[in-house]
Nanobody, 124 residues
Framework: QVQLVESGGGLVQAGGSLRLSCAASGRTFSEYALGWFRQPPGKVREFVAGLSRTGHSLYYSDSVKGRFTISRDNAKNTVYLQMNSLKPEDTAVYYC?????????????????WGQGTQVTVSS
């Protein structure tokens, strides 16, 4: 079992930055590929970024590529999502997810563990 807790969400103006954190407890954090997903208001949850177990392979959706950066600190059992140049369309509840595989997946059904989510609101 892995427990995930996100933090760092909030209200920010367009063009601003936020850093989301997701702290993990339970099984060995380094054994998991990690992902960030988001669910905009009235829409389905979508993939944002993913990071391999080793941290060497990173994946981003086209909508955030060049603006968001995913990273992990295995010593702190934490995964981060640095979000820069935020846009109103980035407004969503952001979730972190973990799966005991080498590589992350863009499909939410492939993740075994989820956090409770943190709200990010970007004002225009």
């Amino acid at each position: 079992q892995v427990q995930l807790v996100e933090s760092g969400g909030g209200l920010v103006q367009a063009g601003g930055s936020l850093r989301l954190s997701c702290a993990a407890s339970g099984r060995t954090f380094s054994e998991y590929a990690l992902g960030w997903f988001r669910q905009p208001p009235g829409k389905v949850r979508e993939f944002v970024a993913g990071l391999s177990r080793t941290g060497h392979s990173l994946y981003y959706s086209d909508s955030v590529k060049g603006r968001f950066t995913i990273s992990r600190d295995n010593a702190k059992n934490t995964v981060y999502l640095q979000m820069n140049s935020l846009k109103p369309e980035d407004t969503a509840v952001y979730y972190c997810a973990a799966n005991p595989t080498l590589l992350p997946s863009v499909k939410e059904g492939n993740y075994d563990y989820w956090g409770q989510g943190t709200q990010v609101t970007v004002s225009s």
